[in-house]
């Protein structure tokens, strides 16, 4: 085993900031930063174009693209459209309940929650895992708070199990 020495500092590495921060991330995680940015752009212009929705009805989405879209998207792809949601109940302190999902970019420790709220239904136990189809209900100005959070006017709630990875992906 060798001592460690002591009577002189350990030798200094010159640190030099990168350029520019995305410099230093792999490119992959450099273009998730850009595409949030541009996210947040948008959001907070208050407009946004999204993909046609696929045909038919119900549309299975995420929780998070549904808020997306009935928040921001000008063109308004879910007016008169059935959506089916998949998430755990939970509740505010006026009554409303929401369907809720965790919202990862990189891991359990960055998520966030997209929420829904619940019209027409009633609620179940809070952090009951439900799959809700129903109607978006337009609300508030496109783009800002009063649009926050969407509704649903809910058809059908059907109980479910957890899925296995109970997050989505961002």
Request: proline share 0%; charged share 15%; glycine share 10%.
């Given at each position: 085993m060798v001592a460690a020495r002591h009577d002189r500092p350990a030798p200094r590495l010159a640190a030099r900031p990168p350029r520019h921060r995305a410099a230093a991330l792999p490119a992959?995680?450099?273009r998730l930063l850009q595409r949030g940015r541009e996210d947040a752009r948008r959001a907070?212009?208050?407009?946004?174009?999204?993909p046609p929705l696929p045909s038919g009805d119900p549309v299975d989405l995420s929780v998070a693209a549904f808020t997306s879209r009935?928040?921001?998207d000008s063109d308004r792809s879910l007016k008169g459209?059935?959506?089916r949601l998949t998430g755990?109940?939970?509740h505010g302190d006026d009554g409303a309940w929401y369907i809720t999902r965790l919202l990862v970019s990189c891991c359990a420790a960055d998520a966030t929650t997209s929420k829904?709220?619940?019209r027409g239904a009633d609620a179940p136990a809070t952090d009951a895992w439900v799959t809700v189809t129903g109607i978006w209900r337009p609300k508030g100005r496109l783009g800002s708070s009063a649009a926050w959070p969407p509704l649903l006017d809910a058809k059908e709630v059907r109980g479910v199990e957890e899925p296995s990875n109970p997050y989505e992906q961002r």
């Open positions: 992959a995680r450099a907070a212009q208050g407009v946004g174009t999204f009935a928040v921001y459209r059935t959506v755990f109940v939970t829904v709220e619940l």
